[in-house]
């Protein structure tokens, strides 16, 4: 058991303290080392991060807000189960914000988007080209090289969005960050990384004269994987 690090509970410590258990807690549920359903408990946590049960509380409550866990009466808090109603209700509001986003998209550019537009996009296919190659290097697709994809994917959709340039649907999305995260640790085992880019990268090409459409049909492959599963 760790020796308890100094946590005095002034506001400054508190928030320090706060960010780093949840960082912690946080990448646990996207590796998915903490597994759907799994109670968080403040005791436990408070233990091996050496904190109060306050500063876990707080981190705790964080997560709740971001989704990546539930707060229920009698139950405590637990990792977000991310069952067929969690996924198909996730799939329909990014549906709704990134089909959105490009339909703003094609009404200022047409069918044919500037470079800088697409740029970003290319650039986040780019890095996942890379870190394929360097898996293919090493014969291995490990845990790392997942967690950095699901990051370049969130990227890559961000990317699509920001391409609108609406405020409001730019914070909207963004707000969505580690439930997307947790959405592409579940559906991982449907892909290879080279399928992942495959996926993407068609998409990318289609988005200028199919617009939404494309959107919608990617979103809806891959909520059929997962509820599949």
Same mark, same amino acid.
């Given at each position: ?87 198909? %209700? #996730? ?8 089909? *959105? +986003? &490009? @339909?703003?998209?094609? =009404? ?93 990268? %068609? #998409? ?8 939404? *459409? +494309? &959107? @919608?049909?990617?979103? =809806? ?9």
């Amino acid at each position: 058991m760790p020796t308890p690090a100094h946590d005095p509970g002034l506001p400054a410590s508190t928030g320090t303290s706060v960010d780093r258990v949840a960082a912690l807690v946080r990448a646990d549920i996207l590796s998915g080392v903490l597994p759907p359903d799994t109670p968080l408990r403040e005791e436990a946590a408070s233990e091996q991060y050496g904190v109060s049960r306050h500063t876990v509380r707080a981190a705790f409550q964080r997560l709740v807000a971001e989704r990546l866990a539930v707060a229920e009466a009698y139950r405590g808090v637990r990792v977000t189960s991310f069952d067929r109603a969690q996924v198909i %209700a #996730l799939q329909q509001l990014r549906a709704a914000l990134e089909v *959105e +986003a &490009v @339909r703003i998209v094609g =009404e200022r550019y047409g069918e044919v988007w500037p470079d800088p537009v697409l740029a970003p996009a290319r650039d986040a296919l780019a890095r996942l080209d890379s870190l394929a190659r360097d898996a293919s290097a090493t014969d291995d697709e490990d845990d790392d090289d997942w967690l950095e994809a699901e990051r370049i994917h969130a990227d890559f959709h961000r990317a699509i969005v920001a391409a609108s340039a609406s405020p409001r649907i730019i914070e909207a999305h963004s707000a969505l960050g580690s439930e997307l995260l947790l959405f592409l640790l579940h559906v991982r085992p449907h892909y290879t990384l080279e399928s992942l880019i495959e996926e993407h990268r %068609a #998409l990318l090409d289609e988005l200028p004269t199919r617009g939404g *459409e +494309a &959107v @919608r049909e990617h979103l =809806e492959h891959s909520t059929r994987l997962l509820i599949g599963a």
